[in-house]
Antibody, heavy 122, light 111 residues
Framework: QVQLVESGGAVVQPGRSLRLSCGAS????????MHWVRQAPGKGLEWVAV????????YYLDSVKGRFVISRDNFKNTLYLQMNSLRAEDTGVYYC???????????????WGQGTLVTVSS | QSVLTQPPSVSGAPGQRVTISCTGS?????????VHWYQHVPGRAPKLLIY???IRPSGVPDRFSGAKSGTSASLAISGLQAEDEAVYYC???????????FGGGTKLTVL
């Protein structure tokens, strides 16, 4: 079955960097676009970034542009999120999610991981 | 503040029917973008509940239904069960932000 497992969350000081990973199994990662979505404490879900199935295109939430980089290694079945110049407002649980192929616009996020916690604090 | 507006909470007794609204604008649902709904039990992975405004993925009970009209959408849950307690999110796309957007989430309490 489809499984997504995030890792790499930690407590980090403002201005520092962190890299999250998302291991995929049960499907061919290279056939799907992938997303990162986050949830700040006590808040709702917030879309962060997307990467095309082959890595050819990436798009970001305005507040993370220039600081975060989404990437993937389809041979290692792994999605990444490199987070630089972290801010307190980046604190939250980060989820990776697979983009489905239903034909609807926007496409659905049909499978999600359980998330990894990032805390930005001095 | 979320682009899509949902009530913070709803509640109902077992067996009852509840509806969760999701209000957007001409930049998202009103621009023709579809709406999807997710169920999230804290500590667990969010789950796709409704896609394409009113379609249930395989395995989702027919107690769950969705609708969309103009700049708003709704999720209805009939025959409430204790296991339905969760936070429900609507999601679409905002053309002015060029980004997927979520509602703020609605916490469902089964009394």
């Amino acid at each position: 079955q489809v499984q997504l497992v995030e890792s790499g969350g930690a407590v980090v000081q403002p201005g520092r960097s962190l890299r999250l990973s998302c291991g995929a199994s049960g499907f061919t990662l290279g056939s799907y676009a992938m997303h990162w979505v986050r949830q700040a404490p006590g808040k709702g879900l917030e879309w962060v970034a997307v990467i095309w199935y082959d890595g050819s295109k990436t798009y970001y939430l305005d507040s993370v542009k220039g600081r975060f980089v989404i990437s993937r290694d389809n041979f290692k079945n792994t999605l990444y999120l490199q987070m630089n110049s972290l801010r307190a407002e980046d604190t939250g649980v980060y989820y990776c999610a697979r983009e489905g192929a239903t034909g609807y616009d926007p496409e659905v996020l049909d499978y999600w991981g359980q998330g990894t916690l990032v805390t930005v604090s001095s | 503040q979320s682009v899509l507006t949902q009530p913070p909470s709803v509640s109902g007794a077992p067996g009852q029917r509840v509806t969760i609204s999701c209000t957007g604008s001409t930049s998202d649902m009103g621009a023709g973008y579809d709406v999807h709904w997710y169920q999230h039990v804290p500590g667990r992975a969010p789950k796709l509940l409704i896609y394409g405004n009113n379609i249930r993925p395989s395995g989702v009970p027919d107690r769950f239904s969705g609708a969309k009209s103009g700049t708003s959408a709704s999720l209805a849950i009939s025959g409430l069960q204790a296991e339905d307690e969760a936070v429900y999110y609507c999601q679409s796309f905002d053309t002015s932000l060029t980004a997927r957007v979520f509602g703020g989430g609605t916490k469902l309490t089964v009394l």
